[in-house]
Nanobody, 112 residues
Framework: QVQLVQSGGGLEQAGGSLRLSCAASGRSFTRDYMAWYRQAPGKEREFVAGITWQFYSTTYADSVKGRFTVSRDNAKNTVYLQMNSLKPEDTAIYYC?????WGQGIQVTVSS
């Protein structure tokens, strides 16, 4: 059974930092694209960041570029999202995705 388990969310003040983790079990995602999405209240789920498996090339939404960093550790079957300079508009439920599998979602709340 494939599971993606997320950790690291919570409440942070504007300007602060949080690091999200997403660890997969049940199969290897070494050769899969890994990505982060988020969904704010009343809004659709949106792409945040992604990383390829071959060259670790990264892509970011314009709203987080320069503040967030996505990385992966294939040996641990894990993807990370380092979030710096957090803003209240970053408040959302964050989801990781590997292949067609989604994490359970984790709340990130940024207070002003």
């Amino acid at each position: 059974q494939v599971q993606l388990v997320q950790s690291g969310g919570g409440l942070e003040q504007a300007g602060g930092s949080l690091r999200l983790s997403c660890a997969a079990s049940g199969r290897s995602f070494t050769r899969d694209y890994m990505a982060w999405y988020r969904q704010a209240p009343g809004k659709e789920r949106e792409f945040v960041a992604g990383i390829t498996w071959q060259f670790y090339s990264t892509t970011y939404a314009d709203s987080v570029k320069g503040r967030f960093t996505v990385s992966r550790d294939n040996a641990k079957n894990t993807v990370y999202l380092q979030m710096n300079s957090l803003k209240p508009e970053d408040t959302a439920i964050y989801y990781c995705k590997m292949d067609r599998y989604w994490g359970q979602g984790i709340q990130v709340t940024v207070s002003s």
